[in-house]
């Protein structure tokens, strides 16, 4: 069965520092892989996703994650944290099983400190 | 365009009463789902709708039952709600297609007492 795992449950960097979220997967065949972010009180909003093709993906608010199939990851990073990227992050795997469903991670909540 | 929107978004029930959660999408996706949000659990499934006229189990249906309406509405009701039904519930839609996303709505907060 296809599932993803978040390395970490908390993160906390400094404002300008490196954002580096920690997503594994597990598939028998190509994963199609997501990154979505939670805002306090709101649902869940896409940052970018991979299905095919680049290996490295841009997202929104300057996210990017890259597919490594060798290391079975797709970490998500950001060069410079922003008191607004403060949130919850999810990576998801979509998986066909009789209907097209996305299975969650953990979730890993991102702290930025002034 | 409104996208997924989820009714009521707060909720308190007793122990043994019965509810209905609302979800209508305007996106003319096929699929719909309900999710539930407890901490450090991530979202675990409910229930879906692949398209219109289908239901399936996820991966924690115990207690709850759904409606797909029509393609627009997939209800959730909880006949005989408990504590350990307290969560944060979501429904979300998408398209068909594995490299689809999900669109959510802003979330049900249900706490049982």
């Known amino acids: 069965a296809q599932s993803v795992t978040q390395l970490g449950s908390h993160v906390s960097v400094s404002e300008g520092a490196l954002v580096l979220l920690r997503c594994n997967y597990s598939?028998?065949?190509?994963?199609?892989l997501f990154w979505y972010v939670q805002y306090p009180n709101q649902g869940l909003q896409l940052l970018l996703k991979?299905?095919?093709?680049?290996?490295l993906v841009k997202g929104i608010n300057g996210f990017e994650a890259e597919f490594k199939k060798s290391e079975t990851s797709f970490h998500l990073t950001k060069p410079s944290a922003h008191m607004s990227d403060a949130a919850e992050y999810f990576c998801?795997?979509?998986?066909?099983?009789?209907?097209?469903?996305?299975?969650f991670g953990a979730g890993t909540r991102l702290f930025v400190k002034a | 365009n409104a996208g997924v929107t989820q009714t009521p978004k707060f909720q308190v029930l007793k122990t043994g009463q019965s509810m209905t959660l609302q979800c209508a999408q305007d996106?003319?996706?096929?699929?719909m789902y309900w999710y539930r949000q407890d901490p450090g659990m991530g979202l675990r499934l409910i229930y879906y709708?692949?398209?219109?006229?289908?239901?399936d189990k996820g991966e924690v249906p115990n207690g709850y039952n759904v409606s797909r309406l029509n393609k627009r509405e997939f209800s959730l009701r909880l006949e005989s709600a408990a504590p350990s039904q307290t969560s944060v519930y979501f429904c979300?839609?998408?398209?068909?297609?594995?490299?689809?996303?999900?669109?959510f709505g802003q979330g049900t907060r249900l706490t049982v007492v």
């Open positions: 979300a839609s998408r398209d068909r297609g594995l490299n689809t996303e999900a669109f």
């Open positions: 598939s028998s065949v190509p994963p199609y």
């Open positions: 991979y299905t095919t093709g680049a290996t």
């Open positions: 998801a795997v979509s998986v066909d099983t009789g209907g097209f469903k996305t299975i």
């Open positions: 996106m003319n996706h096929n699929s």
């Open positions: 709708s692949a398209s219109e006229g289908t239901t």
